[in-house]
């Protein structure tokens, strides 16, 4: 059942929307239980040492993150302290929650979340409020809006059980995958154009990759073989050519079958790989879904073994 709210103050008043694979039970329990609330509220890099919740009108919250290690947050610590106004479980939460950096109270955000039940799914929609407009501009500066991107992200690994998840988006026919890889942006990028290590992680569940051939420049060519790792039948070739490189940010294969595939690698705070891969799906949502997640879910585990050999 949609809530219905409206936005009473747009001008200063960021509005999010995602829908999450898991009923809205699940994904309210992870906003309400400190264990899972800490692995995830935090953005990229962030980790919440202190994750006090008192889920009741008139509780208390308390969550402070700790910075990564380095520049520009030193490992320092951000208390944050709020108090909750409405607790209507499963369906909506609404809360103030003033943050503080470097002993310095920041504007008070006055949060609510609505969870919709959606055949399943849970579509969750939060606005975040500011008192005035200025300062609602300050944190928009601050980096509010990616902020919650990050830690909803964040929220998809903590309901599918994947660390490295950071959700699945369909738009039409259209698939994007997002995931954060602990490792940095060069070994991923390799990971993922090296044939000696495309054969590692380049199947899905049942399957394996033979060979992998690639000569990664705009116009070079790609070709991966595939096949059912008991050899029951021969398989087939992934193969097309590059439209686009640039090291280490961005590729964009053309597919032989004219699919058009995009892979971004973005650095995030702490050291971490960001990989957006995005293509158009050649069969039904369910089984592209399915095959790209445990693809990726294989190459989480190679990048896994690369970076214990860099230690």
């Known amino acids: 059942m949609s809530t219905g709210s409206s936005v009473i103050a747009p001008e200063r008043t960021l509005v999010t929307s995602r829908v999450f694979d898991a009923p809205p039970e699940r994904v309210?329990?992870?906003w309400t239980d400190p264990k899972q609330l800490a692995r995830w509220f935090p953005p990229?890099?962030?980790?919440?040492?202190?994750?006090?919740l008192d889920v009741r009108v008139g509780g208390t919250m308390r969550i402070d993150m700790k910075g990564p290690e380095g520049e520009p947050f030193k490992g320092r610590l951000f208390p944050g302290k709020g108090v909750y106004r409405e607790v209507v479980p499963n369906r909506r939460l609404a809360f103030i929650f003033t943050p503080e950096m470097e002993g310095q109270a920041m504007p008070t955000v006055f949060m609510t979340v609505e969870f919709e039940d959606q055949a399943g799914k849970t579509k969750l929609t939060i606005q975040q409020t500011l008192d005035t407009v200025a300062e609602y501009e300050e944190m928009v500066k601050t980096g509010m809006a990616e902020g919650i991107a990050e830690s909803l992200g964040k929220l998809a690994g903590v309901l599918s059980g994947r660390s490295t998840d950071r959700?699945?988006?369909v738009s039409g026919r259209q698939l994007t995958i997002t995931r954060v890889?602990?490792?940095p942006r060069d070994l991923v990028w390799t990971a993922y154009t090296d044939p000696k290590h495309i054969v590692k992680w380049m199947f899905a569940a049942d399957w394996e990759a033979p060979f992998a051939?690639?000569?990664v420049r705009p116009g070079g060519a790609f070709r991966i073989g595939m096949r059912p790792a008991d050899h029951s039948e021969e398989g087939f070739?992934?193969?097309?050519?590059?439209?686009e490189v640039v090291k280490p940010e961005r590729i964009v294969q053309d597919v032989g079958d004219g699919r058009v595939m995009t892979a971004t690698f973005e650095e995030v705070l702490g050291g971490g790989t960001r990989l957006t891969l995005s293509l158009e799906m050649a069969r039904d949502e369910l089984n592209e879904r399915t095959g790209w997640t445990q693809i990726l879910d294989n190459l989480a585990k190679h990048v896994a073994t690369l970076t214990g050999a860099r230690r």
């Open 44 to 52: 990229e890099g962030f980790t919440a040492p202190v994750c006090q």
């Open 167 to 169: 959700g699945v988006f």
């Open 181 to 183: 890889y602990p490792a």
């Open 28 to 30: 309210y329990k992870a």
């Open 213 to 215: 051939e690639t000569d």
């Open 237 to 243: 070739t992934f193969e097309g050519s590059y439209r």
